[in-house]
């Protein structure tokens, strides 16, 4: 089993910067596909960002949002920059080891989830 524990959602600014963290007990996350999934109100659990032996982002957030894991501290992280108001969404982490890391069904493990909100 392994338990996500997300952190470090919040208000800010259109235009500013947030970093939200993912850590994992339970298992190593190091043979994991980590993926970060968000949920408008009224809208599905959408793909963000994952991260295996590469990187994969969704197109709306290319170039404005970074990935990246540290295996020591079994933790992952999201920074996002230059933030809109349509990013604003409830932010999940997620732990699987399917062949395709962009799918919500590719994952087995999901954290709780954090708030991100970003004022116009």
């Known amino acids: 089993q392994v338990q996500l524990v997300e952190s470090g959602g919040g208000l800010v600014q259109a235009g500013g910067s947030l970093r939200v963290s993912c850590a994992a007990s339970g298992r190593t996350l190091s043979g994991f596909n980590m993926g970060w999934f968000r949920q408008a109100p009224g809208k599905e659990r959408e793909f963000v960002a994952a991260i295996n032996w590469s990187t994969y982002y969704a197109n709306s957030v290319k170039g404005r949002f970074t990935i990246s894991r540290d295996n020591a501290k079994n933790t992952v992280y999201l920074q996002m920059n230059s933030l809109k108001p349509e990013d604003t969404a409830v932010y999940y982490c997620?732990?699987?080891?399917?062949?395709?890391?962009?799918?919500?069904?590719?994952?087995?493990?999901w954290g709780q989830g954090t708030q991100v909100t970003v004022s116009s």
């Open positions: 997620a732990a699987g080891a399917a062949r395709v890391p962009t799918r919500v069904n590719s994952y087995d493990y």
